[in-house]
């Protein structure tokens, strides 16, 4: 299928991309575009492990200012910016070399979908937990993670039924917010976000209003249209309803179950380990997302329930019954060490299988020698 994606953000027309359009001529002809992609994922990750190794338990910036040293809000803000211009130069890249491939449309939105997550965990580093005074609760976090994936989820949801993406707004907004926060911080340390900043009211306080704004006014109003539209134009690739809707369902089962461990867990295990349950909600997000994305590209149909929605309910049920009595963490680690190994793996073999059926190198524009 021929990718197009749509994009009428101001923002993104009018000053990033001639921005782009400038940054794109320093690359040299040979890298590949997927290099591009995965090495602004890597930046990302970097970013964020480096973040967790001085702030683990989101507490650094509440309690005592000062825990993360100043270069590495520096360094995140870098490593954004980097990751935001890798991730906006790739495509034109390919197009310049002539190297658009479904493996590099596929590359490019999977570790989108993974990257989504590990923008917002870093982020909530800045604004720290809710200590009683500032910052923000473990809960508002998780709620604040499901509606930035959501907003993802929407857009693929979107081109499944349409064929067209159309680039939200919020992520240039977003990322653009996102560099401004870490050099602010850098500037002025984590206090900002610490003292009331309009009648009472904190920045991060502003920020969830915005995300939950953007996403309930505008992002998901634009989608419901955009289906609406192609409705109308007979122009939708789904005929009946229920396959229209079948992409949503696994993704809102991970929703509610992850929902249901959060609320009825005996040993509260979203406060005793943020950082870790927020990052199995990315990846297991990730997983169900990538394959909606593989069948939207394909033209085949998803499965009803991805199969990770299985071990996952056998891990609530057990937690939430007091099966796992102080286990509970352990069972967490293990568990979220294993569905990251899985995604890891899954991630691996599609861009093998790809790379094999269209004859090409995941990272280098050299032909493969047919066998």
């Not at 380990?273 to 593989?294: D, E, H, T, Y």
């Not at 609530?316 to 352990?330: C, D, F, K, R």
């Amino acid at each position: 299928s021929q990718y197009s994606a749509v994009d009428t953000n101001p923002l993104s027309v009018y000053i990033m991309q001639p921005i782009w359009n400038e940054i794109i001529k320093i690359v040299p002809l040979w890298i590949a575009p997927n290099l591009l992609t995965f090495s602004g994922f890597v930046m990302i990750l970097v970013n964020y492990f480096l973040i967790s190794f001085y702030d683990w338990d989101y507490t650094a910036s509440g309690t005592s200012p000062g825990l993360v040293p100043t270069w590495v809000w520096l360094f995140s803000a870098f490593t954004t910016f980097c990751a935001y211009a890798l991730d906006s130069i790739d495509g034109k890249h390919a197009r310049r070399t002539q190297s658009s491939t479904p493996l590099g449309e596929l590359f490019d939105h999977g570790l989108d979908s993974w990257a989504t997550s590990i923008f917002v965990l870093s982020f909530f580093s800045v604004c720290s937990r809710d200590n009683g005074k500032t910052g923000v609760s473990v809960y508002t976090m998780y709620i604040y993670l499901s509606i930035v994936l959501f907003n993802f989820m929407c857009s693929h949801w979107e081109k499944y039924n349409t064929g067209v993406l159309f680039l939200p707004w919020g992520y240039d907004i977003s990322q653009v917010v996102l560099i401004a926060a870490y050099l602010l911080t850098g500037a002025v340390g984590v206090e900002v976000w610490q003292k009331p900043f309009l009648f009472g009211y904190y920045i991060t306080d502003a920020l969830v209003i915005l995300l939950i704004g953007f996403s309930l006014f505008l992002s998901f109003p634009q989608t419901l249209y955009n289906i609406h539209r192609a409705h109308l134009k007979k122009t939708l690739k789904n005929d009946s309803l229920y396959e229209g809707l079948l992409p949503l369902v696994s993704p809102l089962l991970l929703f509610i179950l992850l929902t249901v461990w959060v609320v009825l867990s005996p040993g509260n295990i979203l406060a005793k380990q943020p950082r870790l349950f927020l990052w199995m909600v990315g990846v297991a997000f990730s997983n169900v997302i990538c394959k909606v994305i593989i069948c939207q590209m394909s033209s085949t149909r998803p499965e009803l329930f991805h199969w990770f929605l299985f071990p996952l309910a056998l891990v609530v049920y057990a937690a939430i019954s007091g099966l796992l009595g102080w286990t509970e963490e352990v069972v967490l680690a293990v568990f979220t060490a294993l569905v990251t190994a899985a995604h890891v793996h899954y991630g691996v073999c599609v861009g093998r299988q790809l790379s094999e059926h269209l004859n090409i190198y995941i990272f280098s524009l050299k032909k493969r020698v047919q066998e």
